[in-house]
């Protein structure tokens, strides 16, 4: 079955950086699109990055210039590039596979279990 594991967060200052990786199996990255989502205590899920099968990428305005997704099909791994962090970038990220391509709502199918990034 899918499996989706994120890892790389952690505690950094405002300006920092972080590199989170989503490794997966049960499936090929060429099957599914991809994105990363955030939710803060509170708040609603958001998608701050999406991957399409072109490899094309969208991201809200939020964390554009910012944030890079990226993808290695050879490796199952999804990753996001975190620059210029801020304290509103706190929250727990996840990785989610099998949805609308390129889209940021959070109509996926598969979800891991998320790695938490704390940003003061």
């Known amino acids: 079955h899918v499996q989706l594991v994120e890892s790389g967060g952690g505690s950094v200052q405002t300006g920092g950086s972080l590199r989170l990786s989503c490794t997966g199996s049960?499936?090929?990255?060429?099957?599914?699109?991809m994105a990363w989502f955030r939710q803060a205590p509170g708040k609603e899920r958001e998608g701050v990055a999406a991957i399409d099968s072109d490899l094309k990428t969208t991201y809200p305005d939020s964390v554009k210039g910012r944030f890079t997704i990226s993808q290695d099909i050879f490796k199952n791994t999804l990753t996001l590039q975190m620059n210029s962090l801020k304290p509103e970038d706190t929250a727990m990220y996840y990785c989610?596979?099998?949805?609308?391509?390129?889209?940021?709502?959070?109509?996926?199918?598969?979800w891991g279990q998320g790695t938490q990034v704390t940003v003061s």
């Open positions: 989610a596979a099998d949805g609308p391509c390129g889209s940021l709502s959070a109509d996926y199918n598969y």
């Open positions: 049960g499936y090929h990255y060429s099957v599914y699109c």
